[in-house]
C-alpha cells in the first residue's frame, strides 16, 4: 500500500502565497508522475499540475504563471508553490501519484486526504 500525506494548506488573503507540500510512502517501486489536483464546492475535481518521471510539467490555463509544481525524488515528496492567489483558487487540493510498487505490477493512482486552501478577497 501506498499513503499521501498532504501538509500546507490555509487561509490566506488574495494576492497571498502558499506551499503545499506531499509525501508519499509505503510500497513503493517507482514513482511515474505526481500531480495536484484541486476540488471546489460544487465543482468536478480538476488538475492543477502535474510533474512526470523526467521532470516534465504541465499545469491548468488558470494557474499557468502563479503555481510551480517541484518534486524531490529522492524523498518521494511532491510541493505546489501557489502566488498571486486569488479567491477563486479555494477548493480542497488533493496530492496524486502513480505508483508502481514492484518492477512487475502496473502502476496505480493513489489519492491524498486533501488540505483546504482559502483565500479571502
Known amino acids: 500500500q501506498v499513503q499521501l500525506a498532504e501538509s500546507g494548506g490555509g487561509l490566506v488573503q488574495a494576492g497571498g502565497s502558499l506551499r503545499l507540500s506531499c509525501a508519499a510512502s509505503?510500497?513503493?517501486?517507482?514513482?511515474?508522475?505526481m500531480a495536484w489536483y484541486r476540488q471546489a464546492p460544487g465543482k468536478q475535481r480538476e488538475l492543477v499540475g502535474i510533474?512526470?518521471?523526467?521532470?516534465?510539467?504541465n499545469y491548468a490555463d488558470s494557474v499557468k504563471g502563479r503555481f510551480t509544481i517541484s518534486r524531490d525524488c529522492a524523498k518521494n515528496m511532491v510541493f505546489l508553490q501557489m502566488s498571486s492567489l486569488k479567491p477563486e483558487d479555494t477548493a480542497v487540493y488533493y496530492c496524486n501519484a502513480l505508483v508502481a510498487t514492484s518492477g512487475r505490477s502496473a502502476p496505480y493512482n493513489y489519492w491524498g486526504q486533501g488540505t483546504q486552501v482559502t483565500v479571502s478577497s
Open positions: 510533474i512526470i518521471t523526467d521532470s516534465t510539467t
Open positions: 509505503g510500497s513503493i517501486f517507482s514513482i511515474r508522475s
